[in-house]
């Protein structure tokens, strides 16, 4: 099956600073790449949505200027935490889907990165 | 807004019986339903996808759909103590993403 590599997937950080969590498809191209978080014991929730070459389009109550998300390319997407915060403490997981081929649609996920800011 | 609805659990079952999740869901208009086994600190892995009602099998697990009540279910014959995890319901967005319930912890025991 297709991967989906996320890294860093564990990290640890002061509050104030940035981190960047990079997703990347290895073996196909990924025409849109959707950010999820998951606070502990709940479900994941989708952040934003992004499409290669697009502004990225966000959840409701999802802070744009705090999450930055880039599409470059078609096989990396990054996520970069802005003046992070305890409360941005979460397990941050990407997936991607091609357009093409008979598993179209099919969402593949990274391995999650767990932020954890002091 | 799309939402998807399951028991929190745990969900407790001895080795070898069978497991029963259940999932339902708000938009009748939905189309497609995804089944996730999570682990502990790990990212969630398709278990199956279902489509048409009735029923779908792979192995040991099969997949329900009721789309005149809403309704998804995942049955789990012969249970290990390996398939102790969260298992997530989801659905299709509109935008291609999936749309998870909280999830049903499900713990067989030895």
């Known amino acids: 099956g297709a991967v989906v590599s996320q890294h860093p997937s564990r990290v640890i950080c002061k509050s104030g600073t940035s981190v960047k969590i990079e997703c990347r498809s290895l073996?196909?191209?990924?025409?849109?790449m959707f950010w999820y978080r998951q606070f502990p014991k709940q479900s994941l929730m989708l952040m934003a949505t992004?499409?290669?070459?697009?502004?990225?389009?966000?959840e409701q109550g999802v802070e744009k200027d705090k999450f930055l998300i880039n599409h470059a390319s078609l096989t990396l997407s990054t996520l970069t935490v802005t003046s992070a915060h305890p409360e941005d403490s979460s397990f941050y997981i990407c997936?991607?889907?091609?357009?093409?081929?008979?598993?179209?649609?099919?969402?593949?996920f990274g391995e999650g990165s767990r932020l954890t800011v002091l | 807004q799309k939402e998807v609805e399951q028991n929190s659990g745990p969900l407790s079952v001895p080795e070898g019986a069978i497991a029963s999740l259940n999932c339902t869901y708000s938009d009748r208009g939905s189309q497609s339903f995804f089944w996730y086994r999570q682990y502990s600190g790990k990212s969630p892995e398709l278990i199956m996808f279902i489509y048409s009602n009735g029923d779908k099998e792979d192995g040991r697990f099969t997949a329900q759909l009721n789309k005149a009540s809403q309704y998804v279910s995942l049955l789990i014959r012969d249970s290990q103590p390996s398939d102790s995890a969260t298992y997530l319901c989801?659905?299709?967005?509109?935008?291609?993403?999936?749309?998870f319930g909280k999830g049903t912890k499900l713990s067989v025991k030895p």
């Open positions: 073996d196909f191209q990924a025409t849109t």
């Open positions: 992004s499409n290669e070459g697009s502004k990225a389009t966000y």
């Open positions: 989801a659905v299709r967005g509109s935008q291609g993403n999936l749309i």
């Open positions: 997936s991607a889907s091609w357009s093409g081929g008979a598993t179209a649609g099919e969402l593949f």
